[in-house]
């Protein structure tokens, strides 16, 4: 039996270093050559791991050197992405390579490889995608500098991939900056007279922008309250607080009953004992019937209202788009009035607590209600305008 497995890892342990020479000679040079660098990181160098070495890095080399000649003839500007990251690849290669022929030459073998330029044309790549990046930013220019917000945006993104490959390429700091500005859509909030007092929309608007700063920015969004000196408005959100609802405090009442027979006690007993033939104390409960009647009481007032927002062009002075917001405040208070023996009381008839409570004042609801109505607000806005 141990024949057998010293045999079985003598063929394993054959077959394994034999590996990288089975690998070229299957055409996966990639694979050989990196089962034979990790090879010859450390230990023995064996000269077939060495020709494999050699041998797989040589047409690994000239493989890529094709594909990258045959990218550059195809002459798509596109196509520098993929030379780039293929020049990569081959500079990360031979970097490995390189460490690995300087053990060798300490070893007795020198070798004479075949290093293709790729640093240099990582740059020249490099060059040439932002080059690709830049011209596509091109494109959507002239139609974001006469107002068009998409074609701004469109171009804005291009550039910022052209600055990732060259941060400074020719004017695309300043292309930036005036992208981000044309892409961008100012709105300027603006309440507006309603049918309310002016006492009560006073109320209502210092719950609305209660603990909230203004401008706000929401990608590709920038919200105002004031509006700024050297900035130009695209639309004016003229909103107003109207339909305001209350249902009055309605209360309403129920009513439950139990029954329970408890023990309040012992007392002792003399009892007639057969087995003794006389008089023995013996101890028995005393048991009570109680009951209890609770009366529950649930105080509600509800109110309710609409904001109504209407977006208007300053170019045209015409509505562009218009929205509403629902938004509900209720106000409820829960209590019990507990009558009999509380003993009584179970899961089924229970003491809520509490006590009674005046109800709010209705302004103090739609005050919430008006606080609550911002997060709606500002996401109805955001869909409604480009």
């Known amino acids: ?28 040079d990639e694979k050989a050559l990196k089962a034979s660098l990790q090879r010859l990181k ?9 020709e494999v070495f050699e041998q797989s890095f040589h047409n690994i080399t000239d493989k890529d050197a094709e594909i990258i000649s045959k990218m550059r003839n195809a002459g798509e500007p596109k196509l520098w992405l993929e030379i780039r990251k293929k020049a990569i690849d081959m500079d990360n290669r031979q970097i490995r390579v390189e460490k690995i022929t300087q053990r060798l030459a300490k070893k007795g073998y020198f070798l ?14 490099t060059d040439n995608v932002a080059l690709y990046y830049y011209a596509q930013a091109l494109e959507f220019i002239p139609s974001a500098r ?16 052209c600055r990732k490959y060259r941060p400074e390429f020719k004017d695309t700091p300043k292309l930036e900056e005036e992208m981000l500005e044309l892409g961008t859509t100012h709105i300027l909030v603006q309440p507006v007279e309603s049918n309310l007092s002016a006492y009560l929309e006073d109320q209502l608007l210092n719950g609305f922008f209660y603990k909230n700063n203004f401008p706000k920015s929401y990608n590709w969004k920038i919200i105002y309250l004031e509006k700024p000196v050297e900035t130009q408005i695209d639309y004016y959100a003229e909103f107003y ?32 004992s057969e087995k ?3 008089y023995i104390k013996v101890t028995v409960p005393v048991y ?11 105080q509600e007032l509800d109110t309710s209202l609409e904001l109504f927002c209407n977006l208007v062009s300053p170019k045209s002075n015409q509505v562009a788009e218009s929205f509403s917001v629902y938004e509900r ?54 869909k409604s305008v480009y």
């Open 146 to 161: 006469s107002g068009e917000k998409r074609a701004a945006r469109k171009a804005y993104s291009q550039i910022l991939n």
């Open 42 to 50: 450390r230990g023995k160098v064996k000269p077939d791991h060495v």
């Open 241 to 272: 607080f109207e339909n305001l609802r209350e249902s009055g405090c309605y209360t309403s009442e129920s009513c439950c009953t139990n029954s329970e027979t408890i023990q309040t006690g012992c007392e002792t007993k003399k009892v007639w």
């Open 288 to 298: 009570e019937d109680v009951s209890v009647s609770v009366r529950t009481y649930n």
């Open 276 to 278: 003794d033939s006389a």
């Open 112 to 125: 004479e490889l075949d290093f293709y330029p790729a640093k240099e044309l990582v740059e020249e790549a």
């Open 329 to 382: 405040s209720c106000w409820g208070n829960e209590y019990s009035e507990v009558s009999g023996d509380h003993r009584a009381l179970n899961f089924l008839c229970s003491d809520s607590g509490g006590s009674y409570h005046h109800p709010p004042d209705p302004i103090e609801l739609w005050i919430t209600a008006a606080s609550r109505s911002r997060y709606n607000f500002i996401k109805k806005l955001k």
């Open 1 to 28: 039996m141990k024949k057998i497995i010293y045999l079985s890892l003598s063929i394993l342990l054959l077959l394994s270093c034999n590996r990288p020479l089975k690998l070229l000679e299957k055409g996966k």
